[in-house]
């Protein structure tokens, strides 16, 4: 009879606790420690650009498919070439147009965080650095440093999504801002949709339109 008290107390716990917390106030699911992103699935993902392989395949692999150049837009993916320790590329979804040479990116698996690799970093720093002004060449915010890294990283230039817009004008007192790729299509194919886990409750929490999205579908 005690174990059924102490069952029963513990449940009215729950219940008034989940009655006098607001629905937003209650914490989302976060993804297992041990989860790992790639900056590849990610920026396909968030941009919504189909394209699969390694990050420095990426450019080539836009030709014919997806418009290409080198001026910044919103939804935007900037392509890494590889260089250094940097050896399959990169990829970073452009998130903010600050001005002419600074974009913010939300991108994964650059800078290390909490000593673990894998991680996401959103609206984070990068700028210019090219002779020309063309993107050739940026230095990318690094978390360790809390400040841009030292490193001017090379650029093929921008893969945008089909029906993009063109870049916006550039406002100081407000700088647009991405709106994110809803990851239903995405997702639909996966069990993971119906039963999320860490990879689907993380983007859940990444791309706010997510849950408006499924609500509306369902």
């Given at each position: 009879?005690s174990?059924?008290k ?60 997806y ?13 890494f070439?590889p ?52 993107w ?83």
């Amino acid at each position: 009879m005690s174990l059924i008290k102490t069952v029963r107390t513990a449940l009215g716990a729950c219940a008034l606790l989940c009655a006098l917390t607001p629905l937003g106030a209650l914490p989302l699911p976060e993804p297992e420690a041990r989860y790992h992103w790639e900056c590849v699935p990610f920026a396909r993902a968030v941009s919504g650009i189909r394209i699969y392989g390694d990050a420095w395949t990426w450019w080539d692999q836009a030709e014919g498919h997806y418009k290409r150049g080198n001026k910044p837009r919103i939804g935007a993916v900037m392509a890494f070439i590889p260089y250094g320790r940097m050896e399959l590329g990169h990829v970073a979804t452009v998130s903010a147009i600050i001005d002419d040479r600074t974009i913010l990116v939300t991108h994964a698996n650059w800078s290390p965080i909490d000593g673990r690799r894998g991680q996401v970093e959103r609206d984070v720093k990068v700028i210019d650095v090219s002779e020309a002004g063309d993107w050739t060449a940026v230095r990318v915010w690094y978390a360790p440093n809390e400040d841009l890294g030292s490193t001017a990283w090379p650029v093929h230039g921008f893969i945008y999504p089909a029906g993009s817009a063109p870049p916006p004008a550039i406002r100081h007192d407000a700088a647009p801002k991405l709106e994110y790729a809803a990851v239903l299509a995405w997702t639909a194919h996966l069990g993971e949709a119906k039963h999320p886990t860490g990879q689907i409750a993380y983007l859940g929490k990444m791309l706010p339109k997510l849950a408006k999205a499924r609500s509306a579908r369902d």
